[in-house]
């Protein structure tokens, strides 16, 4: 390893982990990179996750036992107290290819006009079998914020597999109460002053897990992904951030968008569409089958969501403009 090598901190929220713990701990522990921390901040477990860290004496890993915060809490602990020039991000049942670490410091170290970096991924499932692989071309900021004001359809950033530069969280702080959505408010608080890239490489093994948030709340990802998006656009033409000065246009615009005609047979058939995906990934046609069904009945709408893109641009255009009006009119 270079003399000149960043010092990079790893930032691990976990709450009730213990199950996968010790694998995604032992993958970053066990990087070609060695100039790091693995800052796991425990947020309130009551399983056998404190004491599953309390096992290791690798003075590279920092742990940090909290009463519970939450996930948003979590991480915004996690980054105070990180001391790298490079800020990595990793979950608890993930795990890392050991030369992550290495990989995404040399491109940033050699892309000095590049902030963020994320990375393909593998897909496993919960017993660590190998399901299918995600990648994506022409990732840039434009891209990317296209994508998360429903304006395009490359797939998001994998959260896990995001490293960025210090200087990006020392300008855009923390995260933000977004429930589900949080990376996807983060993101778009970056777009505007710094370049993103995803690099071409599998750096990742990304867990698909039931017992996961991913899984169990994706309506409440999409509708608070949708906020984020309001969030955004009226902070650009208004200057005003709703989230942060005028919390009853934000309590307003979620309202809203909760309360779209249009959106709870768009929300319910997305949730089918996960189940779809799922059964397809286990290898299970007749559960894909199932599945299917129940989204056609249940929202009474094709399964696939890509069907009611419009839907969501056209609820997240309606309301930026109700909440738009209001912030001019004052």
């Known amino acids: 390893m270079r003399m000149d090598a960043k010092f990079i901190s790893v930032v691990m929220p976990v709450h009730n982990g213990a199950r996968y713990l010790a694998e995604a701990v032992d ?16 947020d309130g477990s009551n399983d056998e996750t404190s004491q599953i860290l309390a096992g290791y004496r690798d003075p590279r890993l920092v742990v940090a036992r909290r009463e519970r915060l939450g996930l948003v809490g979590a991480l915004n602990e996690g980054l105070r107290l990180t001391r790298g020039a490079y800020i990595a991000r990793m979950d608890a049942d993930d795990i890392c290819e050991n030369t992550r670490l290495e990989v995404q410091a040399g491109f940033l170290d050699s892309h000095p006009d590049i902030h963020l970096i994320c990375t393909d991924i593998t897909t496993i499932d919960m017993n660590g079998r190998v399901i299918g692989k995600e990648t994506e071309r022409g990732l840039t900021s434009r891209a990317l914020a296209n994508a998360l004001l429903f304006r395009g359809k490359i797939k998001p950033i994998i959260h896990p597999s995001v490293m960025m530069r210090r200087e990006v969280y ?66 650009s033409t208004t200057g005003v951030d709703i989230y942060e000065t005028r919390s009853d246009l934000w309590s307003l615009a979620e309202t809203l968008l909760s309360a779209e005609d249009l959106l709870p047979p768009t929300i319910r058939s997305i949730d089918h569409f996960r189940d779809f995906k799922w059964a397809l990934r286990r290898g299970s046609p007749a559960a894909a089958y199932r599945a299917l069904l129940r989204g056609m009945l249940d929202s009474g709408l094709l399964l696939i969501p890509y069907v009611h893109m419009k839907r969501l641009t056209g609820a997240v255009d309606a309301v930026t403009g109700i909440i738009e009006a209001k912030v001019l009119k004052a």
């Open 27 to 42: 993958s970053v522990l066990g990087q070609s990179y060695a100039n790091f921390e693995l800052i796991v901040v425990d």
């Open 170 to 235: 020392l300008r855009v702080g923390g995260y933000r109460n977004f429930v589900g959505a949080e990376d996807s408010d983060y993101w778009l608080r970056c777009v505007d002053d710094f370049e993103f890239a995803r690099l071409p490489e599998p750096l990742l093994r990304y867990r698909i897990n039931v017992d996961g948030i991913s899984f169990k709340r994706t309506s409440q990802q999409v509708l608070s992904a949708m906020l984020c998006a309001v969030t955004h656009r009226v902070s």
